[in-house]
Every structure is written in C-alpha cells, then in structure tokens.
C-alpha cells in the first residue's frame, strides 16, 4: 500500500467522519448537556465502534453482505430502531428543566459514556459499507500487519478527535446557556433529526 493510497484513505474517512450523522448528534448533545469529559469518552466509544466497523470491512464484511442480503437489512432495522427509541427519549424527556445543580459530578459514568458512544456507531452499519468501498481500492491482500493497524488507528484517532471536538463546542457555558433557555425547542430538534436518521438508515 502506497503512502498516497494511505493518506487518501485517512482523507476520505476524515470527511465520513465530519458528515452530520447519529454519531456527530450524539456527541454535540452529550457536549452540551453533559459537558466535555463525559462528552470525551463518549468520543472513545465511537472511535472504537468505528473500529470495529472498519476491521470487518477489512475481513470481509461487505461480502457476506453481498451474499447475504438479508443480514445487511436486518442490521439495518435494528440500528434504524435503536436509533428511532433513542429519539423518542429525547423528545419524551425534552420538557424536563435540565438540573444544574449536578454540574460538579458526572450525569454518566465514562463506561456508561464509552458505551453510548460504542452503540450509537454500531447501530448504523453502513460505515461498514463505506470502508468497504474505501478498502477495495486501496488495500491490496498483501498489506502487512502494521499497515492495517496504522489504519485502524487512523480510523479511531478521526472519530475520537473530531467528536471530542463537536463536544466541545457544544460544551462553552454560552452553548449551554442557550441550550437552557431553549431546551424543549434543542432536544425535540435533536430527537427529530436522530428519528429521521434512524428511518434513513433502516430505509435505505
């Protein structure tokens, strides 16, 4: 594998990464309701559920997909369900006054971060397709080990770092500020877009 094949693999997940989707939701919602720490390890969970993703492309993922279709679309209705109850306990809970009081400990536990986020990127499995369609191309079968681990650090350090830095935005006190002055209209907003694409997900 050629160091340009490697950088534009690196580029191409990079611009995956930055496109709006559950995982990017997820984070700036963590980021301002939760704050950056947990917002971080959130961040973890994505990173290493892109992995994840990212390792069964490299292992044949795509084509068991394309011999079996139907574990594809299976997959699909359960991401695009979890995703569609996760939306419905945002815009459920949207009218509760978010409780400022806790502000000097975690709402979440870093597992329980770590967890959401590792979730929330499995339960769309279409970045398994997406590194498929990158990998084909780029990946030749004789690709040593260390390669495939530097792209899989790759992977995690452009979910990691850029969610990290959506949870950040969204964590400044005058983020947060509007977020509290705003609640209901933000998490119902929130819960819309994730709803939408968990429909998406399980549609398409």
């Known amino acids: 594998m050629t160091l340009t094949a490697f950088l534009a693999v690196a580029l191409l997940h990079l611009m995956a990464a930055i496109s709006p989707g559950p995982a990017v939701l997820m984070a700036a919602r963590t980021g301002v309701t939760e704050g950056l720490r947990t917002g971080t390890f959130l961040a973890f969970g994505i990173g290493a559920g892109a992995v994840i993703w990212a390792m069964a492309a490299l292992f044949g993922l ?66 398994a ?12 079968p004789e690709t040593p080990l260390w390669v495939y681990g530097a792209l899989l650090t790759v992977v995690f350090l452009n979910e990691a770092l850029w969610n990290i830095l959506v949870a950040r935005i969204f964590s400044f006190d005058r983020t947060r500020g509007a977020y509290i002055n705003l609640k209901t209209i933000i998490d119902r907003a929130f819960g819309g877009m994730l709803a939408l694409l968990g429909l998406k997900i399980a549609a398409t």
Request: charge should be positive; hydrophobic fraction near 55%; glycine fraction near 6%.
């Open 62 to 127: 795509a084509v068991i997909f394309q011999a079996a279709p139907a574990l594809l679309w299976s997959l699909k209705i359960i991401g695009g369900l979890y995703l569609l109850h996760m939306a419905w306990g945002m815009w459920r809970d949207a009218a509760k006054p978010l409780d400022m009081t806790q502000s000097t400990r975690l709402p979440r536990t870093p597992l329980s971060a770590f967890k959401l986020g590792l979730v929330t990127q499995l339960a769309n499995p279409k970045p």
């Open 129 to 140: 397709v997406l590194f498929s369609a990158i990998f084909i191309g780029t990946v030749p």
